[in-house]
């Protein structure tokens, strides 16, 4: 079983940037779509960005080129660069892993992000 630890996360100003980190334990890594999720306060968790093995890339709207997920297999590591921040952007991000052959998530323990205005 795959178990995920995510890192990064933390306070910045309004455009400002932040990488997020998630390190997964397990032998599979590489066969296993990767994703990021966001819960804000009072609201459902909601997609993020996705990207499968072979780099087939997937992202909320709202995110669209000013979030960024990439995969380093050789280190089981999935991040997520977030650039030009938003008070919005505030959120608990999870960090998520399925197989390929199904949609069933599994999650990681979530990392705090809040933007300041």
């Known amino acids: 079983q795959v178990q995920l630890v995510e890192s990064g996360g933390g306070l910045v100003q309004a455009g400002g940037s932040l990488r997020l980190s998630c390190a997964a334990s397990?032998?599979?890594?590489?066969?296993?779509?990767m994703g990021w999720f966001r819960q804000a306060p009072g609201k459902e968790r909601e997609f993020v960005a996705s990207k499968w093995p072979g780099g087939t890339t997937t992202y909320a709207d709202s995110m669209k080129g000013r979030f960024t997920i990439s995969r380093d297999d050789a280190k089981n590591t999935v991040y997520l660069q977030m650039n030009s921040l938003k008070p919005e952007d505030t959120a608990v991000y999870y960090c998520a892993h399925r197989p390929t052959t199904n949609t069933l998530w599994s999650w990681g323990q979530g990392t705090q992000v809040t933007v300041s205005s």
């Open positions: 397990g032998r599979t890594f590489s066969s296993y779509v």
